[in-house]
């Protein structure tokens, strides 16, 4: 009996936390550099889900992977998923803005680029490197955190990589199931805190 009353006040718990988390990803907005609006993480998402891919083109690795991001916005955005970047590290003034909405142009990632001066989206998803992805799917209460970590296994040589854990967890979500791996640790460069 003790042990029942345990698991019921540990399952309230974790069902009241995630409501929370739900009802704060809902409240997340940034500046979009690309547009100049003040974008909310509901916006963004299209029917199926959202990727947030943690990014600043000052890190080599972000760079590395240009090309698989553009694959996979190609690949996915048809099929009802919304990707945008984040920046952890830029503030939202004319000159970031400026500077990001140019880096958008010249690397054809066609898709808003947000700025997470505060750093609230960083915290709220716990991200600490650059490149991190998180992948979000529409749940009971609001959004979902259904995927978060690297993009694939090789984050300096394309041709090596082996293992595609967002592409995996993409094609999974698209199939109305969970990834079957949640979290894969990301490499890349770390995220200042200010």
Same mark, same amino acid.
């Given at each position: 009996?003790?042990?029942?009353?345990? +698991?019921?006040?540990?399952?309230?718990?974790? @069902?009241?936390?995630?409501?929370?988390?739900?009802?704060?990803?809902? =409240?997340?907005? $940034?500046?979009? $550099? %690309?547009? @100049?609006?003040? !974008?909310?993480?509901?916006? #963004?998402?299209?029917?199926?889900?959202?990727?947030?891919?943690?990014?600043?083109?000052?890190?080599? +690795? $972000?760079? *590395?992977?240009?090309?698989?991001?553009?694959?996979?916005?190609?690949? +996915?955005?048809?099929? @009802?998923? @919304?990707?945008? *970047?984040?920046? &952890? =590290?830029?503030?939202?003034?004319?000159?970031?803005?400026? /500077? #990001? /909405?140019?880096?958008?142009?010249?690397?054809? #990632?066609?898709?808003?680029?947000?700025?997470?001066?505060?750093?609230?989206?960083?915290?709220? +998803? =716990?991200?600490?490197?650059?490149?991190?992805?998180?992948?979000? %799917?529409?749940?009971?209460?609001? &959004?979902?955190?259904?995927?978060?970590?690297?993009?694939?296994?090789?984050? !300096?040589?394309?041709?090596? %990589?082996?293992?595609?854990?967002?592409?995996? $967890?993409?094609? !999974? %979500?698209? /199939?109305?199931?969970?990834?079957?791996?949640? =979290?894969?640790?990301?490499?890349?460069?770390?995220? /200042?805190?200010?």
């Amino acid at each position: 009996m003790h042990m029942k009353l345990v +698991f019921a006040c540990l399952l309230l718990i974790f @069902g009241l936390n995630s409501v929370s988390f739900s009802q704060t990803y809902n =409240q997340l907005s $940034a500046t979009d $550099a %690309v547009s @100049g609006i003040l !974008q909310t993480l509901p916006n #963004l998402a299209n029917e199926k889900g959202v990727v947030l891919i943690f990014h600043d083109p000052s890190c080599p +690795f $972000a760079k *590395l992977y240009e090309n698989r991001i553009k694959s996979l916005v190609n690949k +996915f955005q048809t099929q @009802g998923m @919304g990707f945008a *970047l984040v920046n &952890p =590290q830029a503030q939202p003034t004319e000159s970031e803005q400026s /500077r #990001l /909405r140019t880096y958008i142009d010249e690397s054809g #990632l066609n898709m808003p680029y947000l700025i997470d001066g505060e750093q609230e989206w960083a915290q709220l +998803f =716990q991200v600490s490197k650059i490149p991190e992805v998180i992948l979000l %799917v529409p749940g009971k209460t609001g &959004p979902e955190l259904v995927y978060k970590g690297a993009i694939d296994n090789n984050p !300096q040589v394309e041709g090596a %990589v082996t293992e595609k854990y967002l592409e995996m $967890a993409l094609i !999974q %979500v698209l /199939r109305g199931e969970k990834p079957a791996v949640p =979290q894969v640790r990301a490499v890349g460069c770390n995220i /200042r805190t200010y």
